[in-house]
Nanobody, 128 residues
Framework: QLQLVESGGGLVQPGGSLRLSCAAS????????IGWFRQAPGKEREGVAC????????HYTDSVTGRFTLSRDNAKNTVYLQMNSLKPEDTGVYYC?????????????????????WGQGTQVTVSS
């Protein structure tokens, strides 16, 4: 089946780093806008970051700007979310999602935009 698979989550101390991966199978990821979302226990889903399908444009929510960085590896059909200087507030299940948009330069972290392809999530826990 067409799917996205997240990996790279785990337990890390405050100030540490993790790199999350979002790997696609069954479709070519570089034709899609990719969004990252997270959900903490008892909280609403929050948009974290996105990367466009064209031109490498990115957007980050204010709380992660300067600490998180998105990148693409088209040869591996994978998008990476590098997370540095992690805080306990970053704890949650992280999801990636994809929406077809071959001509998009900009992107948004608005969950309803991502209609078809969602991963199952990977747990990130930031705690001492």
């Amino acid at each position: 089946q067409l799917q996205l698979v997240e990996s790279g989550g785990g337990l890390v101390q405050p100030g540490g780093s993790l790199r999350l991966s979002c790997a696609a199978s069954g479709f070519t990821l570089d034709y899609y806008v990719i969004g990252w979302f997270r959900q903490a226990p008892g909280k609403e889903r929050e948009g974290v970051a996105c990367i466009s399908s064209s031109g490498g444009g990115t957007h980050y929510t204010d709380s992660v700007t300067g600490r998180f960085t998105l990148s693409r590896d088209n040869a591996k059909n994978t998008v990476y979310l590098q997370m540095n200087s992690l805080k306990p507030e970053d704890t949650g299940v992280y999801y990636c999602a994809a929406e077809y948009g071959p001509f998009q330069v900009m992107c948004v972290t608005d969950a309803p935009v991502y209609k078809n392809y969602w991963g199952q999530g990977t747990q990130v826990t930031v705690s001492s």
